[in-house]
């Protein structure tokens, strides 16, 4: 399922004398609400005064499935960690491939995810023949960027712990409950020098959903899943930042507001989400061949 981004026209803005505007500025206001659209997006670029760089969080996308009877374990260690280091790191449990399929005559939901599958199987190198896997802030790992041991994981993210990062990175998000859509605005202010291509993702998680799932010989039947990988909202490889911007300097700030429709609205073969324990997440990450290491990753209520 491929997505887009249509950017709306552009109107001159001016700023202060403490700005620099180095890009066409972007009327953040839709002036036609279009009811049927799923994403739209408005961005805008500048540049300001260097703000104190922000502590660097990791992403941890979970490789699981339903089916798999080791992955509660591994669910485990990861919530462990994130109750001892708050605000640390963000969970994505990513539901795809094999050991996804509905538990018989048990599972009320269906998490898979086909451009997941391509996502991890053709952005993100594959190689991944077990469950449960991490990856940590998508660096190397032995055999590509997943480590399917689960008992190297804490090691391995406390090793990433010490990470700086080059940008900040600030997400809101609101819904319109009269044209039931997200309003997700995302603020990246670069503290460092970056020469590297970047892209943003930004994704729908939702937690606390009830449903059956294996662990170890039994089913547990009121198994609560978090952090489960419900929707892209930016193309599966993300969208470029400023992909005109060749070095992407100190005080370089890019602004962009997307309005995002959830895609299980007006179909009822899709599972119902409740948009009270969803959440959005945004990524930054690098975009070049054989490197989509993370920058940075925030987290932040869909309502």
Not at 11 to 35: M, R, S
Not at 205 to 224: F, P, R, S, W
Not at 269 to 291: P, T, Y
């Amino acid at each position: 399922m491929k997505k887009s981004l249509l950017v709306a026209g552009s109107a001159f803005l001016f700023f202060l004398n403490a700005c620099k505007e180095i890009g066409p500025a972007i009327d953040f206001t839709p002036q036609v609400v279009d009811t049927f659209f799923k994403v739209r997006a408005y961005d805008t670029s500048y540049t300001d005064a260097v703000p104190t760089p922000q502590n660097k969080k990791m992403l941890i996308e979970e490789y699981t499935g339903v089916q798999c009877p080791n992955c509660p374990a591994g669910a485990t260690i990861l919530k462990n960690y994130d109750v001892a280091n708050p605000g640390k790191i963000v969970i994505v449990a990513l539901h795809s491939g094999s050991l996804t399929d509905r538990i018989p005559n048990k599972s009320k939901y269906y998490f898979a995810n086909d451009d997941v599958q391509n996502m991890v199987n053709n952005y993100l190198g594959g190689n991944v023949n077990a469950k449960p896997a991490a990856a940590i802030d998508r660096t190397p790992q032995s055999n590509g960027l997943f480590i399917v041991n689960k008992n190297q994981w804490t090691s391995a993210i406390n090793q990433r712990a010490t990470a700086t990062s080059p940008v900040n990175l600030t997400v809101t998000s609101r819904y319109d409950t009269a044209f039931k859509k997200v309003v997700i605005n995302v603020k990246i202010a670069y503290t460092q020098q970056v020469t590297k291509k970047q892209n943003l993702s930004l994704w729908v998680l939702e937690d606390k959903i009830i449903d059956a799932q294996y662990d170890g010989t039994v089913t547990i039947d009121n198994y609560e899943h978090n952090h489960v990988f419900r929707d892209f909202i930016t193309p599966v490889t993300g969208s470029a930042i400023l992909s005109s911007v060749t070095t992407k300097s100190p005080g370089l700030v890019y602004e962009r507001q997307l309005i995002y429709t959830p895609k299980f609205l007006g179909n009822a073969s899709l599972d119902q989400w409740n948009l009270d324990n969803c959440k959005i997440v945004a990524v930054i990450h690098n975009d070049e061949q054989g490197d989509k290491e993370v920058a940075q990753v925030m987290e932040v209520n869909l309502k």
